[in-house]
């Protein structure tokens, strides 16, 4: 949960939310099709519309929302913050 971490503590929470899915939906899909997706120009873009395609839906926007703070309750419990 690095993302988290390089954020300023005083960040939203929202904010940190949506780093910490960003993250986690990043490593899943470098996990899936291998780390040499990371130096894909096109990578970020790709991430961008996998969040956006979450967002466009209520009950996607909820799930993530939910996995959103579950995350960062981990970094917290972790003391990652």
Same mark, same amino acid.
């Given at each position: ?22 993250? #986690? ?17 096109? #990578? ?38």
């Amino acid at each position: 949960m690095a993302r988290v971490r390089h954020l300023p503590p005083a960040s939203p929470a929202t904010e940190r939310r949506m780093h910490a899915l960003r993250g #986690f939906l990043e490593a899943m899909l470098l996990h899936t099709w291998g780390e040499r997706l990371a130096r894909d120009p096109g #990578f970020p873009a790709l991430l961008d519309g996998v969040v956006a395609g979450l967002q466009s839906d209520a009950e996607l926007a909820r799930m993530a929302e939910t996995l959103g703070v579950q995350l960062c309750e981990r970094c917290e419990e972790a003391g990652d913050r």
